[in-house]
């Protein structure tokens, strides 16, 4: 294992499965941040900068159920490497808070728990594609599958854009796999994950992970708070 770097600023990474209200949640403590003067820059996985998002599409079209587990595993490090090279690391270098939408651990979650790809081929390609950064705090916003998938399928229908739904057409065991591995990650390394109820209203949700976030920044990071 690569030795971790030890940044000036502070990394967050929110994870969950499908529909969990992770998205919601990281854009609200994003804009909650930088109006107390915090600065913050808010990216996600898969993509987070050009090319990386051009990697999101192969990754998420529905078209592309053909893609090999595999071939599926190298196209996210490949992501991933592009976006710690291009946005994540000089951020955390430049002591910004650096808000992730997934990373390494939802490799693990849904390429080894879900698909059952061997644990240490995923920890390795992780090591290379990470350079050495890795989460400071992670926020796991739990619920059941049956719960997100619904309401990730409803998100679907209404959305105008491209449809990004490779995972949704998953079985109902594969999430349960990958909620499981999640709770899996989070029990093995309690000190680094925060876990949330998804069941919660939007503001409950808020309101718990603004306070506890706040709590664990680095007194040097909390401008005006
Ligand atoms: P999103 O729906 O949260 O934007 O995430 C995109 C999909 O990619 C989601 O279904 C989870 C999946 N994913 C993986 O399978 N492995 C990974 O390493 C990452 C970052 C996401």
């Given at each position: 294992?690569?030795?971790?770097?030890?940044?000036?600023?502070y990394?967050?990474?929110?994870?969950?499965?499908?529909?969990?209200?992770?998205?919601?949640?990281?854009?609200?403590?994003?804009?909650?941040?930088?109006?107390?003067g915090?600065?913050?820059?808010l990216?996600?996985?898969?993509?987070?900068c050009?090319?990386?998002?051009?990697?999101?599409?192969?990754?998420?079209?529905?078209?592309?159920?053909?893609?090999?587990p595999?071939?599926?595993?190298?196209?996210?490090?490949?992501?991933?490497?592009q976006?710690?090279?291009?946005?994540?690391?000089?951020?955390?270098?430049?002591?910004?808070?650096?808000?992730?939408?997934?990373?390494?651990?939802?490799?693990?979650?849904?390429?080894?728990?879900g698909?059952?790809?061997?644990?240490?081929?995923?920890?390795?390609l992780?090591?290379?594609?990470?350079?050495?950064?890795?989460?400071?705090?992670?926020?796991?916003?739990?619920?059941?599958?049956?719960?997100?998938?619904?309401?990730?399928?409803?998100?679907?229908e209404?959305?105008?854009?491209?449809?990004?739904?490779?995972?949704?057409?998953?079985?109902?065991?594969?999430?349960?796999?990958?909620?499981?591995g999640?709770?899996?990650?989070?029990?093995?390394?309690?000190?680094?994950?925060?876990i949330?109820?998804?069941?919660?209203?939007?503001?409950?949700?808020?309101?718990?992970?603004?306070?506890?976030?706040?709590?664990?920044?680095?007194?040097?990071?909390?401008?005006?708070?």
């Amino acid at each position: 294992m690569r030795p971790r770097i030890k940044h000036v600023g502070y990394f967050i990474t929110f994870e969950g499965v499908e529909g969990c209200g992770k998205t919601t949640q990281i854009k609200l403590l994003s804009e909650f941040l930088s109006t107390h003067g915090m600065r913050t820059v808010l990216t996600r996985e898969p993509g987070g900068c050009p090319i990386a998002d051009k990697i999101r599409t192969i990754l998420l079209d529905a078209e592309n159920r053909a893609l090999s587990p595999l071939a599926e595993l190298m196209l996210y490090a490949a992501a991933r490497a592009q976006h710690v090279t291009e946005i994540i690391s000089p951020a955390l270098e430049s002591g910004e808070i650096v808000l992730c939408d997934r990373f390494c651990d939802a490799t693990v979650a849904y390429q080894s728990f879900g698909r059952g790809i061997d644990r240490s081929i995923i920890d390795t390609l992780n090591d290379h594609a990470c350079h050495g950064v890795s989460p400071d705090l992670t926020v796991l916003v739990d619920c059941d599958p049956r719960v997100g998938l619904e309401r990730a399928r409803r998100r679907i229908e209404l959305s105008s854009g491209p449809r990004e739904e490779r995972f949704e057409l998953e079985e109902l065991a594969f999430h349960q796999r990958v909620r499981a591995g999640y709770l899996q990650l989070a029990t093995d390394d309690s000190t680094r994950f925060l876990i949330i109820n998804g069941t919660d209203s939007i503001d409950e949700i808020f309101a718990t992970i603004s306070t506890q976030v706040l709590a664990r920044i680095p007194e040097a990071l909390r401008a005006v708070c």
